[in-house]
Antibody
Framework: EVQLVQSGAEVKKPGDSLRISCKAS????????ITWVRQMPGKGLEWMGN????????NYSPSFQGHVTISVDKSISTAYLHWGSLEASDTAMYFC?????????????WGQGTQVTVSS | EIVMTQSPATLSVSPGERATLSCRAS??????LAWYQQKPGQSHRLLIY???TRAAGIPARFSGSGSGTEFTLTISGVQSEDFAVYYC??????????FGQGTKLEIK
């Protein structure tokens, strides 16, 4: 079974750094990209960026470029989303998803989500 | 950036009725359009990709249509478990992507 399992909920203060993870299983990790999606409380989905685990090539939405970093560790089939300095507005649920290439660029499956709360 | 607009924001239907959800792209995305379902407190499930292909395990009452800039997700005979929020996503300019803002399907 193809699965993406995300790390647990986090509560942080403004200015803190944070890395959340997304561990893949059930398929060859380098065959598909991993994408990250933000969902703020009561809001819709925002695509943040994605990464090719083969060579760590990344793409970011302009809305998130420079504020987050996406990375992978191929040896443990895990993708990461990293913040160097969190803001209160980063409070949201974050999802990872497996993404195919080109014609197969849809997201399937999704991780269960990681709640990030940033509060002083 | 390609902007995806979903309508209506909320759709109220009775169980057993047909639900029709729309998604419009600001420019052509060919057939590179997917639909997802999100139930309260849950993650997202792929329903449709390629505008009209049902994902594995998706019931036949879900169907997708359209190409270019206009797309429709139809649920024929809505069941209680279908009340959820539905999102469309374009992947025509892969690896970049955009989502619609979602349509909430609620019980009438």
């Amino acid at each position: 079974e193809v699965q993406l399992v995300q790390s647990g909920a986090e509560v942080k203060k403004p200015g803190d750094s944070l890395r959340i993870s997304c561990k893949a299983s059930g398929y060859s990790f380098t065959t598909y990209w991993i994408t990250w999606v933000r969902q703020m409380p009561g809001k819709g989905l925002e695509w943040m960026g994605n990464i090719d685990p083969t060579d760590s090539y990344t793409n970011y939405s302009p809305s998130f470029q420079g504020h987050v970093t996406i990375s992978v560790d191929k040896s443990i089939s895990t993708a990461y989303l990293h913040w160097g300095s969190l803001e209160a507005s980063d409070t949201a649920m974050y999802f990872c998803a497996r993404q195919g290439q080109y014609t197969y660029g849809y997201f399937d499956p999704w991780g269960q989500g990681t709640q990030v709360t940033v509060s002083s | 950036e390609i902007v995806m607009t979903q309508s209506p924001a909320t759709l109220s239907v009775s169980p057993g009725e047909r639900a029709t959800l729309s998604c419009r792209a600001s420019q052509s995305v060919s057939n590179k359009l997917a639909w997802y379902q999100q139930k309260p407190g849950q993650s997202h499930r792929l329903l449709i990709y390629g505008a009209s292909t049902r994902a594995a395990g998706i019931p036949a009452r879900f169907s997708g249509s359209g190409s270019g800039t206009e797309f429709t997700l139809t649920i024929s005979g809505v069941q209680s478990e279908d009340f959820a929020v539905y999102y469309c996503q374009q992947y025509n300019n892969w690896p970049r992507n955009t989502f619609g803002q979602g349509t909430k399907l609620e019980i009438k």
